[in-house]
């Protein structure tokens, strides 16, 4: 297995591509547009130097192999978390041909540390059924209360 590394504003147009591969596994689709993929590259592109996101990923034989992304939030306080420092995980990525070869394990290891060095006593994440397991294994569960999500049209 090749080792994890930071991305570098190089990496941006394959994280895109795993944001595609990411948005048809969870039967989203991209919609035909290009107009996400340029606000993604931009905010990948200043995210990633202001460290209000980390994306780690794994190089593969043509291109990356696996990916995953963290974004800090910061919300009010509460008792089961005083900081208000929130992490969301935007998308864990593994290529097809690379799967089952603990790509995601890892970088999910480096997301858990970028985001225990910062404080984050809260992440939430949307899983898909393949990567249930791995985030059930880190410790993720279903939260007790009822998210609900307004979406504009």
Request: glycine share 10%.
């Amino acid at each position: 297995m090749n080792a994890v590394r930071p991305a570098i504003p190089d990496d941006i147009p394959e994280l895109l591509r795993h944001r595609e591969l990411l948005f048809t596994a969870m039967g989203r689709g991209t919609g035909g547009s290009s107009e996400w993929r340029e606000a993604a590259a931009r905010d990948f592109k200043e995210r990633l130097s202001d460290q209000t996101m980390a994306a780690f990923v794994v190089d593969g034989p043509a291109g990356l192999a696996a990916s995953g992304v963290g974004c800090l939030d910061r919300r009010m306080p509460s008792p089961e978390n005083p900081t208000g420092h929130w992490g969301y995980i935007s998308g864990m990525v593994t290529d097809p041909a690379c799967r089952r070869q603990g790509h995601a394990r890892a970088i999910m290891t480096e997301l858990l540390a970028w985001f225990g060095l910062r404080d984050v006593r809260r992440i939430q994440l949307s899983a898909t059924a393949d990567g249930e397991a791995l985030y059930r294994h880190f410790g993720f569960q279903e939260h007790p209360a009822t998210v609900l999500t307004w979406l504009a049209h």
